[in-house]
């Protein structure tokens, strides 16, 4: 069965870039027609929807996150990316990794999630 | 504060049914699927519901949701101390953006 696995720096200085890999297992991401997304959870709090990209490259971004994000794919690792520039405390986050919305309007399976914070 | 409103906390007893509500709007929920996550302590959510209805292979069917017009239910029946957990809808505003409610508690006395 398809599985994603999160990876990159825990912590990250402000004002600077936040990069993380989303690695899938199990399956290729440029099968079945799937979105693959980033999604994140302030410490606490609940989901935040960061965006979604196709295997293809089209993306579409959350309009309030839009102008700091890019996300990105590489089919030939199986891979997807999260970029957020200029970071301040308020993106440290627990960010997740999941296949969707495609086959059903859903987000499964996520990743198991990895933490990132924000500090000098 | 959510767009998609969940109520902070439920609970009921070992065995019991416990319903779960996602109020929305008509840019949401009135025109978009409606999905439902399970949040075990310390893990990643979990999908129970697609579909506004339908069950990922392994749910049990204990749990049940449906959608009415610009509202969504989790129901959740015999409830055991291992669905002790948090709960989220999801939905789409206008077709776009993926929108999170809140997050429901949800506490087996």
Known sequence: QVQLQESGPGLVKPSQTLSLTCTVSGGSISSGGYYWSWIRQHPGKGLEWIGYISYSGSTYYNPSLKSRLSISIDTSKNKFFLKVTSVTAADTAVYYCARGPGNGDGFDPWGHGTLVTVSS | ?109
């Open chain 2, 1 to 109: 504060q959510s767009v998609l409103t969940q109520p902070p906390s439920v609970s009921a007893a070992p065995g019991q049914r416990v319903t779960i509500s996602c109020s929305g709007s008509r840019s949401n929920i009135g025109i978009s699927y409606v999905s439902w996550y399970q949040q075990l302590p310390g893990t990643a959510p979990k999908l129970l519901i697609y579909d506004n209805n339908k069950r990922p292979s392994g749910i049990p069917d204990r749990f049940s949701g449906s959608k009415s017009g610009t509202s969504a239910t989790l129901v959740i029946t015999g409830l055991q101390t291992g669905d002790e957990a948090d709960y989220y809808c999801a939905a789409w505003e206008n077709n776009l953006t993926a929108l999170f409610g809140g997050g429901t508690k949800l506490a087996v006395l």
